[in-house]
């Protein structure tokens, strides 16, 4: 075996490895870190963290704590994968803070090492932070909606939608998945009200596969 077949295989080995099927996997923690400030110019400002186990039963937060973060990524048995990462953080006034970001791709897999582009073209990438969550009202077929209808269902002082930007894949395993988002929002309460993020990082592990992460797969209805 001469030294360019041996760089071919390997070559060939690396490919395979990097781009190999995950089953849909859940993840029942992370951390989630997301500092903004308005743009183009403005005094609007904040970070958001949420770090902490996936809440349970319809709930973002697990019983006795104040923050948490999970998700659900891999390939879907029908074709294509998804990502769906979410933190959240209570407030003192017992309102919610809410970043939700949905990587979807209805034939391919999803590969680290990839930046995908703000989209609701496949493959969809899309980040929204709900800032002063008071309530949400889902309807009852969640198979028939979008994630105008999810988002009109929340009530919240301010509901920013990334307009441009990426989120990056740097990981996805059986183990973990983490990246990067960065990009500008803006608010559908006030669309001149506008914020951007350049250092917001996702982490999420605490694997787990079966029943309950086919369940939590689910939510890629909502994202066809």
């Known amino acids: 075996m001469n030294v360019r077949h041996v760089l071919i295989t390997a070559c060939s080995l690396l490919l395979a490895t990097s781009v190999a099927a995950l089953p849909l996997t859940g993840f029942g923690q992370g ?5 903004y ?3 183009p110019i403005g005094d609007f400002q904040g970070q958001f963290d949420a770090e902490g186990p996936a809440g349970g039963a319809g709930n973002f937060i697990s019983p006795g704590y104040d923050q948490g ?5 891999g390939d879907l048995p029908e074709g294509g994968a998804t990502l769906v990462a979410y933190g959240a ?3 003192p006034d017992d309102s919610l803070d809410l970043l939700v970001l949905v990587v979807h791709t209805a034939t391919d897999t ?4 990839t930046s ?3 989209s609701v073209e496949d493959p969809v990438c899309q980040v929204w932070f709900l800032d002063d969550v008071t309530g949400i009202t889902l309807p009852d077929d969640l198979t028939q909606v979008d994630w105008e209808d999810l988002v009109g269902a929340v009530e919240a002082a301010h509901k920013f939608v990334a307009y441009s930007g990426e989120v990056r894949l740097n990981v996805l ?11 500008r929002m803006f608010d559908l309460n006030d669309t001149l009200l506008m914020i951007q993020t350049e250092t917001g990082t996702f982490h999420l592990d605490a694997a787990f596969t079966g029943n309950r992460a086919l ?4 939510l890629k209805l909502l994202y066809r």
Do not use: C, K
């Open 31 to 35: 951390t989630i870190h997301f500092p």
């Open 116 to 118: 995908y582009e703000v």
């Open 89 to 91: 953080a209570r407030n």
């Open 173 to 183: 395993d059986a183990t973990q998945v983490e990246g990067a988002i960065s990009g």
């Open 110 to 113: 999803l590969v680290p090492g």
């Open 37 to 39: 400030q308005q743009w």
């Open 69 to 73: 973060a999970g998700g659900v990524a």
């Open 215 to 218: 369940g939590m797969g689910e």
